[in-house]
Every structure is written in structure tokens, then in C-alpha cells.
């Protein structure tokens, strides 16, 4: 059975850093494409960051690059986001989710159950 | 950036009722396109990914069809456990984009 736990969310200040686990088991983890998706506190979904099986590519939508960075270690099969400089706009429950491809499509086939980031002073 | 448009933007209905979400792309995406459901506290749920292929062990009253820029999300006939919020998805140049949600509730 796939199951993505995620770990490290909390209270932090404007300002602060954290650092978000996952911890996959029941596949193959270096052979998928990882992903972070949030979710802000009564909104819809918003995509973070993406990473390649062997951590040589990774993506992240604008509004955390620079900020965020994304990585995996394959014997472990944990995949991480690191988070600098947070903003109160950064406030979300943070999921892991595994990529699939389909032609051009990379699309999240599972999720894990989230872990709450609060930016607050 | 693409932009993914959904409406209506919440929609009551009835058990046995069929429902239609419609999805809009800004731009052509051909039929790179996911739909999920997502409910109260929930992680989100893939139904339908490529446009119109249905995930496995998702229900068969879920249908997807559309291409290029317009998209829809049928459910054939509501049954209670239907009733959440549902979200289109694109995927372009490794970046992604969700729609703002739907919610579907009960009438």
C-alpha cells in the first residue's frame, strides 16, 4: 500500500524557516517524480514544487522560488522542502504527492495526509 | 501562465441528480487535464487524469471529456458520498496549475 506521511509543519515567525519531511513506503521511491502542493486555510489548491527521481531537475512556481528548495533522498525514500524567509502568506497545509506521467500530464496519484504550516508572529 | 477557470464556482443538487463542472484553460492544453475530489480535511483524490481516463477504483458514474481549452467533469448520478469539492488540473512545461474549485452540495 502507497502511503506518504508528511512531518515538520508548526508555528513559525515571519521571517523563520522550516523544514517539511515525507516519508514514502509501498513503491519504488526513486523511480517516481515527488511533488509539494498546499493549501491555504479555506482555499483551493496551489502547486509548489516538483522534483526528479534523481534529484537533477526540480520546479517551483513562482511565489517560492528563492525561498523554498526541494529534495529527496532515495535511501531513505523521504522527500523534503525546505522553507526560508516565510511569509504569512505561506500559512497552508503543505501535502507530498506522487507524480504520474501521461504524455505531457504530470498529474499526483497520491497524497499524503498534510502538515500545517502557520506564519505568524 | 496558464490559467484554469471552473465553474460554477458551487452547485447544490439532489442524490440522483447528474452534474457538470466545466473547466477553462487560457490557453490550449490538449487533454493534459486531471480532475480531483477533495473532501472536508481531506487529502485530495484523483478521478480523472488525461481528459477522460478514469483512475482505477474510481467509480464509473465519474466521466471526463473535453480538449484543447474546454473541459467537463460529469458525475451521472450524485450519490452522498459525491458531495465535496472538485478541482481541475493542468500541467504545462512542468508547471502546474489548479482551478479555483467547486463545491457540491447537497440540496
Known amino acids: 500500500e502507497v502511503q506518504l506521511v508528511e512531518s515538520g509543519g508548526g508555528l513559525v515567525q515571519p521571517g523563520g524557516s522550516l523544514r517539511l519531511s515525507c516519508a514514502a513506503s509501498?513503491?519504488?521511491?526513486?523511480?517516481?517524480?515527488m511533488s509539494w502542493v498546499r493549501q491555504a486555510p479555506g482555499k483551493g489548491l496551489e502547486w509548489v514544487a516538483n522534483?526528479?527521481?534523481?534529484?537533477?531537475?526540480?520546479y517551483y512556481v513562482d511565489s517560492v522560488k528563492g525561498r523554498f528548495t526541494i529534495s529527496r533522498d532515495n535511501a531513505k525514500n523521504s522527500l523534503y522542502l525546505q522553507m526560508n524567509s516565510l511569509r504569512a502568506e505561506d500559512t497552508a497545509v503543505y501535502y507530498c504527492?506522487?507524480?504520474?506521467?501521461?504524455?505531457?500530464?504530470?498529474?499526483?496519484?497520491?497524497w499524503g495526509q498534510g502538515t500545517l504550516v502557520t506564519v505568524s508572529s | 501562465d496558464i490559467q484554469m477557470t471552473q465553474s460554477p464556482s458551487s452547485v447544490s443538487a439532489s442524490v440522483g441528480d447528474r452534474v457538470t463542472i466545466t473547466c477553462r484553460a487560457s490557453?490550449?492544453?490538449?487533454?493534459?487535464l486531471a480532475w480531483y475530489q477533495q473532501k472536508p480535511g481531506k487529502a485530495p483524490k484523483l478521478l480523472i487524469y488525461?481528459?477522460?481516463s478514469l483512475q482505477s477504483g474510481v467509480p464509473s458514474r465519474f466521466s471526463g471529456s473535453g480538449s484543447g481549452t474546454d473541459f467537463t467533469l460529469t458525475i451521472s448520478s450524485l450519490q452522498p458520498e459525491d458531495f465535496a469539492t472538485y478541482y481541475c488540473?493542468?500541467?504545462?512545461?512542468?508547471?502546474?496549475?489548479f482551478g479555483q474549485g467547486t463545491k457540491l452540495e447537497i440540496k
Open positions: 504527492a506522487r507524480i504520474l506521467w501521461f504524455g505531457e500530464l504530470s498529474y499526483f496519484d497520491y
Open positions: 509501498g513503491f519504488t521511491f526513486s523511480s517516481y517524480w
Open positions: 522534483i526528479k527521481q534523481d534529484g537533477s531537475e526540480k
Open positions: 490557453q490550449g492544453i490538449s487533454s493534459w
Open positions: 488525461a481528459a477522460s
Open positions: 488540473q493542468q500541467a504545462n512545461s512542468f508547471s502546474n496549475t
